[in-house]
């Protein structure tokens, strides 16, 4: 079946603008997670959304980071006033957590973000 | 907090060799660790997945152990191949927390 989706596939914007990155899970999977790839921090977890449940938002570096998951499935992160540290690899996961067995991670290909 | 170190950082064999690429964590508290695949630009290929019960798993010509009392799992490659170079990481899901926390990665790389 069809994997996770991420879009866009790269974006540049310019210091100081809004972006809003999407991620569409793999399908019945209830759990969805945001990472962030960066040269100089490798991969950093960013936020956990699980059911109907709050999300965890501890690894949101900032108040301009924030995120969305709109009816259980499709979740936007939207980055306000853009800076030039936010540039890095966004990278999506689901996870399905019917069983003890299923906290497997499923990653997207990602988005990458350029800010100039 | 957990922290996850992966050695080497970056390591370049001739085809054919068998291989041997390290994590160690600091938090034996783990529910399961994973090992990644990333190639370039691209996103990240789970390969393998050991559950904190577990010894081991197997795939293909892959194998991961897992030693949670010392904190340490291996990814040994079989035969490796040129198409095996690519960045591995291993992350681990701590048993507090939902977020996987990911090692800096080995740069693989398989000269024919």
């Known amino acids: 079946g069809a994997g996770v989706s991420q879009s866009p596939s790269n974006k540049v914007t310019e210091k100081g603008k809004d972006v809003e990155l999407r991620c569409d899970p793999i399908s019945g999977h209830t759990a969805l997670y945001w990472y962030r790839q960066s040269l100089g921090q490798g991969l950093e977890f960013l936020i956990y959304?699980?059911?109907?449940?709050?999300?965890?938002k501890s690894g949101l570096p900032s108040d301009r980071f924030s995120a969305e998951r709109t009816g259980g499935s499709v979740s936007t992160l939207t980055i306000q006033r853009t800076q030039q540290e936010d540039s890095a690899v966004y990278l999506c996961?689901?996870?399905?957590?019917?069983?003890?067995?299923?906290?497997?991670?499923?990653f997207g290909p990602g988005t990458r973000l350029t800010v100039t | 907090k957990q922290e996850v170190t992966q050695i080497p950082a970056a390591l370049s064999v001739p085809e054919g060799e068998n291989l041997v690429l390290n994590c160690s964590f600091t938090d034996s508290a783990i529910y399961n660790l994973q090992w990644f695949r990333q190639d370039p630009g691209k996103g990240l290929t789970s390969l393998l997945l050991?559950?904190?019960?577990?010894r081991e798993q197997t795939s293909g010509r892959l194998n991961a152990s897992l030693d949670k009392s010392s904190g340490r799992s291996t990814l040994y490659i079989a035969a490796s191949q040129p198409g095996d170079s690519a960045t591995y990481l291993c992350a681990v899901k701590s048993n507090a927390g939902n977020m996987l926390t990911f090692g800096g990665g080995t740069r693989l790389m398989v000269k024919p």
């Open positions: 050991i559950q904190s019960s577990q």
């Open positions: 996961a689901s996870s399905s957590h019917l069983d003890w067995t299923s906290y497997e991670q499923y």
């Open positions: 959304f699980q059911g109907n449940s709050a999300p965890d």
